[in-house]
Protein backbone atom coordinates (compact mmCIF):
# COMPACT_ATOMS: atom_id res chain seq x y z
CA UNK A 1 0.00 0.00 0.00
CA UNK A 2 1.10 3.61 -0.77
CA UNK A 3 2.65 5.33 2.81
CA UNK A 4 0.18 7.88 3.88
CA UNK A 5 2.06 8.23 6.83
CA UNK A 6 2.42 11.71 6.25
CA UNK A 7 -1.24 12.84 5.37
CA UNK A 8 -3.42 14.90 7.50
CA UNK A 9 -7.04 13.75 8.66
CA UNK A 10 -9.52 15.82 7.49
CA UNK A 11 -12.86 14.99 6.28
CA UNK A 12 -14.15 12.97 2.91
CA UNK A 13 -16.79 12.65 1.29
CA UNK A 14 -17.60 10.43 -1.88
CA UNK A 15 -20.78 9.82 -3.71
CA UNK A 16 -20.84 6.67 -6.34
CA UNK A 17 -23.73 5.15 -8.37
CA UNK A 18 -24.75 2.06 -10.07
CA UNK A 19 -27.49 1.33 -12.29
CA UNK A 20 -29.17 -2.43 -12.91
CA UNK A 21 -31.06 -2.38 -16.13
CA UNK A 22 -33.96 -4.59 -15.97
CA UNK A 23 -35.77 -6.71 -19.46
CA UNK A 24 -39.17 -5.29 -18.49
CA UNK A 25 -41.10 -2.77 -16.55
CA UNK A 26 -42.56 -5.66 -15.39
CA UNK A 27 -39.37 -6.40 -12.99
CA UNK A 28 -39.20 -3.25 -11.90
CA UNK A 29 -43.24 -3.11 -10.71
CA UNK A 30 -42.48 -6.68 -9.27
CA UNK A 31 -39.56 -4.89 -6.56
CA UNK A 32 -41.87 -2.07 -6.10
CA UNK A 33 -44.87 -4.48 -4.95
CA UNK A 34 -42.53 -7.04 -2.72
CA UNK A 35 -43.40 -10.17 -5.43
CA UNK A 36 -39.62 -11.02 -5.97
CA UNK A 37 -39.75 -14.54 -4.61
CA UNK A 38 -36.06 -14.04 -3.29
CA UNK A 39 -37.42 -10.97 -0.67
CA UNK A 40 -37.53 -7.47 -0.32
CA UNK A 41 -35.05 -6.60 -3.15
CA UNK A 42 -34.07 -3.01 -1.89
CA UNK A 43 -33.01 -4.01 1.90
CA UNK A 44 -31.24 -6.84 0.57
CA UNK A 45 -29.10 -4.44 -1.43
CA UNK A 46 -28.67 -1.90 1.17
CA UNK A 47 -27.66 -4.32 3.92
CA UNK A 48 -25.43 -5.51 1.08
CA UNK A 49 -23.78 -1.76 0.76
CA UNK A 50 -23.29 -1.17 3.98
CA UNK A 51 -21.03 -4.50 4.55
CA UNK A 52 -19.70 -3.80 1.00
CA UNK A 53 -18.47 0.30 2.29
CA UNK A 54 -16.14 -1.39 5.67
CA UNK A 55 -15.01 -4.25 4.20
CA UNK A 56 -13.53 -2.28 1.02
CA UNK A 57 -9.96 -3.26 2.15
CA UNK A 58 -10.74 -6.67 2.78
CA UNK A 59 -11.36 -7.21 -0.91
CA UNK A 60 -9.02 -4.58 -2.76
CA UNK A 61 -5.56 -5.28 -1.99
CA UNK A 62 -4.25 -1.50 -1.96
CA UNK A 63 -7.08 0.16 -0.19
CA UNK A 64 -6.21 0.90 3.56
CA UNK A 65 -8.44 0.40 6.36
CA UNK A 66 -9.88 3.12 7.54
CA UNK A 67 -13.47 4.15 9.88
CA UNK A 68 -16.33 4.26 7.84
CA UNK A 69 -18.59 6.91 9.50
CA UNK A 70 -21.59 7.35 7.46
CA UNK A 71 -22.87 5.61 4.78
CA UNK A 72 -26.18 6.25 2.90
CA UNK A 73 -27.54 3.88 0.57
CA UNK A 74 -30.15 5.96 -2.15
CA UNK A 75 -32.60 3.70 -4.80
CA UNK A 76 -34.74 5.12 -7.26
CA UNK A 77 -37.05 3.35 -9.84
CA UNK A 78 -37.79 4.62 -13.05
CA UNK A 79 -37.46 3.27 -16.82
CA UNK A 80 -37.21 0.14 -16.17
CA UNK A 81 -34.29 0.49 -14.68
CA UNK A 82 -32.68 0.76 -10.66
CA UNK A 83 -30.28 3.59 -9.80
CA UNK A 84 -28.27 3.16 -6.78
CA UNK A 85 -26.21 5.85 -5.10
CA UNK A 86 -24.31 5.37 -2.13
CA UNK A 87 -22.87 7.75 -0.10
CA UNK A 88 -19.87 7.49 2.46
CA UNK A 89 -17.64 9.88 4.78
CA UNK A 90 -15.00 9.68 7.20
CA UNK A 91 -12.61 11.71 8.66
CA UNK A 92 -9.08 10.02 7.79
CA UNK A 93 -5.86 10.47 5.65
CA UNK A 94 -7.19 9.03 2.59
CA UNK A 95 -10.34 9.51 0.64
CA UNK A 96 -13.31 6.81 0.50
CA UNK A 97 -13.97 6.96 -3.58
CA UNK A 98 -13.19 2.82 -3.58
CA UNK A 99 -15.46 2.31 -0.55
CA UNK A 100 -18.25 3.90 -2.30
CA UNK A 101 -18.01 2.31 -5.80
CA UNK A 102 -17.30 -1.28 -3.71
CA UNK A 103 -20.56 -0.24 -2.29
CA UNK A 104 -22.94 0.72 -5.02
CA UNK A 105 -21.14 -2.54 -7.12
CA UNK A 106 -21.97 -5.08 -4.44
CA UNK A 107 -25.50 -3.80 -4.35
CA UNK A 108 -25.77 -3.88 -7.55
CA UNK A 109 -24.86 -7.22 -7.84
CA UNK A 110 -27.43 -8.25 -5.21
CA UNK A 111 -30.10 -6.46 -7.03
CA UNK A 112 -28.84 -8.45 -10.15
CA UNK A 113 -28.57 -11.61 -7.78
CA UNK A 114 -32.33 -11.17 -6.37
CA UNK A 115 -34.05 -10.58 -9.79
CA UNK A 116 -32.41 -12.92 -12.14
CA UNK A 117 -35.29 -15.41 -11.50
CA UNK A 118 -37.70 -13.51 -12.61
CA UNK A 119 -35.13 -11.55 -15.36
CA UNK A 120 -33.27 -13.06 -17.58
CA UNK A 121 -32.14 -9.56 -19.35
CA UNK A 122 -30.40 -7.71 -16.49
CA UNK A 123 -27.21 -5.82 -16.39
CA UNK A 124 -24.84 -3.96 -14.48
CA UNK A 125 -24.02 -0.31 -16.07
CA UNK A 126 -22.49 2.53 -15.62
CA UNK A 127 -20.56 2.00 -11.77
CA UNK A 128 -19.24 5.64 -11.43
CA UNK A 129 -17.77 8.08 -9.35
CA UNK A 130 -20.10 10.81 -8.79
CA UNK A 131 -18.35 13.47 -6.50
CA UNK A 132 -15.46 13.27 -3.95
CA UNK A 133 -14.52 15.84 -1.42
CA UNK A 134 -11.82 16.45 1.06
CA UNK A 135 -7.73 15.73 1.48
CA UNK A 136 -5.25 17.61 -0.70
CA UNK A 137 -7.22 17.93 -3.70
CA UNK A 138 -9.45 20.45 -2.28
CA UNK A 139 -7.22 22.57 -0.35
CA UNK A 140 -4.59 22.46 -3.18
CA UNK A 141 -6.48 25.23 -4.62
CA UNK A 142 -4.16 28.23 -5.90
CA UNK A 143 -4.37 31.13 -3.68
CA UNK A 144 -5.95 33.16 -5.99
CA UNK A 145 -4.13 34.88 -8.95
CA UNK A 146 -1.36 35.71 -6.59
CA UNK A 147 1.97 34.66 -7.24
CA UNK A 148 3.66 34.23 -3.39
CA UNK A 149 6.70 34.76 -2.49
CA UNK A 150 8.90 33.27 0.03
CA UNK A 151 12.39 33.69 1.82
CA UNK A 152 13.81 30.24 3.92
CA UNK A 153 16.12 31.19 5.88
CA UNK A 154 18.56 29.02 8.31
CA UNK A 155 19.55 29.67 11.58
CA UNK A 156 22.27 27.19 12.80
CA UNK A 157 25.59 28.19 13.94
CA UNK A 158 27.64 25.12 12.54
CA UNK A 159 26.03 25.56 9.10
CA UNK A 160 27.24 29.41 9.26
CA UNK A 161 30.76 27.88 9.89
CA UNK A 162 30.76 25.85 6.83
CA UNK A 163 30.71 22.91 9.71
CA UNK A 164 27.89 20.96 8.48
CA UNK A 165 25.45 20.86 5.31
CA UNK A 166 22.15 22.53 5.91
CA UNK A 167 19.40 19.57 4.75
CA UNK A 168 16.18 21.24 6.18
CA UNK A 169 16.17 24.77 4.05
CA UNK A 170 16.47 22.98 1.27
CA UNK A 171 13.74 20.68 2.35
CA UNK A 172 11.63 23.85 2.69
CA UNK A 173 12.77 25.01 -0.25
CA UNK A 174 11.59 21.90 -2.13
CA UNK A 175 7.87 21.92 -0.58
CA UNK A 176 7.22 25.53 -0.82
CA UNK A 177 7.96 25.12 -4.89
CA UNK A 178 5.82 22.09 -4.77
CA UNK A 179 2.94 24.77 -3.44
CA UNK A 180 3.86 27.14 -6.66
CA UNK A 181 5.26 29.01 -3.87
CA UNK A 182 8.45 31.01 -5.78
CA UNK A 183 11.35 31.32 -3.20
CA UNK A 184 12.87 34.28 -3.63
CA UNK A 185 15.90 33.80 -1.24
CA UNK A 186 17.93 31.41 0.64
CA UNK A 187 19.88 32.39 3.86
CA UNK A 188 22.28 30.70 6.13
CA UNK A 189 22.80 32.91 9.50
CA UNK A 190 24.15 31.96 13.00
CA UNK A 191 21.72 31.61 16.44
CA UNK A 192 22.13 35.73 16.85
CA UNK A 193 18.65 37.19 17.19
CA UNK A 194 19.33 40.45 16.40
CA UNK A 195 20.55 38.83 12.89
CA UNK A 196 17.43 36.98 13.19
CA UNK A 197 15.13 39.80 13.37
CA UNK A 198 17.13 42.29 11.24
CA UNK A 199 16.56 39.69 8.22
CA UNK A 200 13.32 38.93 8.98
CA UNK A 201 12.46 42.87 9.02
CA UNK A 202 14.11 43.71 5.60
CA UNK A 203 12.29 40.69 3.73
CA UNK A 204 8.83 42.22 5.25
CA UNK A 205 9.99 45.81 4.07
CA UNK A 206 10.55 43.87 0.91
CA UNK A 207 7.12 42.78 0.56
CA UNK A 208 7.85 39.39 0.15
CA UNK A 209 4.41 37.41 1.64
CA UNK A 210 6.20 34.46 3.38
CA UNK A 211 9.13 33.98 5.59
CA UNK A 212 10.17 30.73 7.20
CA UNK A 213 12.68 30.46 9.29
CA UNK A 214 14.35 26.71 10.18
CA UNK A 215 16.33 26.10 13.44
CA UNK A 216 16.37 27.77 16.55
CA UNK A 217 13.03 26.52 18.34
CA UNK A 218 14.43 24.01 20.75
CA UNK A 219 15.60 24.60 24.31
CA UNK A 220 19.65 24.97 24.43
CA UNK A 221 20.63 28.20 25.22
CA UNK A 222 21.74 29.14 21.30
CA UNK A 223 18.13 28.16 20.62
CA UNK A 224 16.43 32.24 20.09
CA UNK A 225 14.12 31.94 17.43
CA UNK A 226 11.10 32.28 19.59
CA UNK A 227 12.66 35.05 21.51
CA UNK A 228 14.06 37.03 18.11
CA UNK A 229 10.59 36.94 16.71
CA UNK A 230 8.49 37.83 19.48
CA UNK A 231 9.57 41.63 19.89
CA UNK A 232 8.28 42.48 16.20
CA UNK A 233 5.47 39.67 15.30
CA UNK A 234 2.46 41.75 15.77
CA UNK A 235 -0.32 38.85 15.38
CA UNK A 236 0.77 35.48 16.60
CA UNK A 237 -2.04 32.69 15.16
CA UNK A 238 -1.60 30.07 17.43
CA UNK A 239 -3.92 27.33 15.30
CA UNK A 240 -0.56 27.20 12.66
CA UNK A 241 1.81 26.78 15.90
CA UNK A 242 -0.93 24.16 17.44
CA UNK A 243 -1.20 22.59 13.99
CA UNK A 244 2.57 21.83 13.69
CA UNK A 245 2.73 20.43 17.30
CA UNK A 246 -0.12 18.38 16.97
CA UNK A 247 0.98 16.81 13.75
CA UNK A 248 4.56 15.99 15.06
CA UNK A 249 3.17 14.61 18.46
CA UNK A 250 1.42 11.83 16.58
CA UNK A 251 4.90 11.09 14.59
CA UNK A 252 7.26 11.40 17.76
CA UNK A 253 6.46 12.11 21.56
CA UNK A 254 9.80 14.94 21.70
CA UNK A 255 7.57 17.26 19.74
CA UNK A 256 5.81 18.55 22.49
CA UNK A 257 9.35 20.60 23.20
CA UNK A 258 9.72 22.69 20.28
CA UNK A 259 9.05 25.87 20.30
CA UNK A 260 7.60 26.76 16.86
CA UNK A 261 6.11 30.34 16.45
CA UNK A 262 3.93 31.95 13.81
CA UNK A 263 2.57 35.00 13.32
CA UNK A 264 2.31 38.14 10.97
CA UNK A 265 4.41 41.29 10.70
CA UNK A 266 1.78 43.40 8.41
CA UNK A 267 0.77 41.34 5.83
CA UNK A 268 3.98 38.84 5.63
CA UNK A 269 3.64 35.46 7.17
CA UNK A 270 6.24 34.55 9.35
CA UNK A 271 6.94 30.46 10.38
CA UNK A 272 9.52 29.81 12.70
CA UNK A 273 10.28 25.62 12.25
CA UNK A 274 12.38 23.02 13.58
CA UNK A 275 15.99 22.14 12.67
CA UNK A 276 15.72 19.01 11.83
CA UNK A 277 15.08 18.25 8.58
CA UNK A 278 12.81 15.46 9.31
CA UNK A 279 10.87 18.36 12.04
CA UNK A 280 10.89 21.17 9.21
CA UNK A 281 9.74 18.68 6.72
CA UNK A 282 6.80 17.36 8.80
CA UNK A 283 5.85 20.31 9.74
CA UNK A 284 5.14 21.39 6.58
CA UNK A 285 3.65 18.83 5.84
CA UNK A 286 1.17 19.30 8.35
CA UNK A 287 0.35 23.02 7.54
CA UNK A 288 0.57 23.33 3.39
CA UNK A 289 -1.10 23.94 1.07
CA UNK A 290 -4.05 25.36 3.15
CA UNK A 291 -2.03 27.82 5.67
CA UNK A 292 -1.75 29.50 2.19
CA UNK A 293 -5.58 30.51 2.58
CA UNK A 294 -4.41 32.87 5.19
CA UNK A 295 -3.57 35.29 2.40
CA UNK A 296 -7.09 34.99 0.71
CA UNK A 297 -8.58 35.60 3.81
CA UNK A 298 -7.04 39.17 4.67
CA UNK A 299 -7.68 40.39 1.19
CA UNK A 300 -11.13 40.07 2.23
CA UNK A 301 -11.94 36.52 0.30
CA UNK A 302 -13.46 34.97 3.49
CA UNK A 303 -13.69 35.21 7.19
CA UNK A 304 -13.40 32.72 9.73
Not at 80 to 99: A, P
Not at 167 to 189: H, N, P, Q, T, W
Not at 270 to 287: I, R, W
Amino acid sequence: MINITHKNYTLRTAIACATVKAGSQTTIDAVKEGRVPKGDVLAAARTAALFAAKRTSDMIPDCHPLPIEYTDVRFELQNEQIDIEVEVHTIYKTGVEVEAMHAASVAALTIYDMLKPIDKNLSIEKIALKEKKGGKSQFNKKNGSETMHAAVIVCSDTISAGQKEDRSGKAIVEKLEACEVIVDDYLIIPDEAEIIRQRVLSYQKAGIQLVIITGGTGLSNRDVTPEALEPIIERRIPGIEEAIRAYGQQRTPYSMLSRSVAGLIGNTLVLALPGSTKGASESMDAVFPPVLHLFKMMRGGEHH
